[in-house]
């Protein structure tokens, strides 16, 4: 039980942390996210709303959340 709760914030720090480096610096760290990623703002975005949301138990705006995160890997910039 207690593993899994500090597996758990460990994971929501690492999701914050890679939210936060997106949103703020408009790319993502390491060598397979930045390609995977195309949108890291609205990628990011997203992450952090995914964290409030279970915060504040919304499943509406984990939903948008969760879009956010899926436009951002998908959505190319507009010229």
Do not use: C, D, E, Y
Not at 16 to 35: D, E, Q, T
Not at 58 to 78: T, Y
């Amino acid at each position: 039980m207690l593993i899994g709760l500090v597996l758990l914030l460990v994971l929501a720090i690492s999701w914050a942390v890679l939210g936060m480096h997106a949103l703020l610096l408009g790319r993502m760290p390491g060598r397979r996210l930045p390609r995977l990623v195309r949108q890291p703002r609205l990628w990011g975005t997203g992450a952090l709303l995914m964290l409030v949301s279970w915060n504040v138990r919304s499943p509406s705006l984990l939903a948008v959340g969760v879009g956010f995160v899926a436009l951002g890997h998908v959505m190319k910039p507009g010229r």
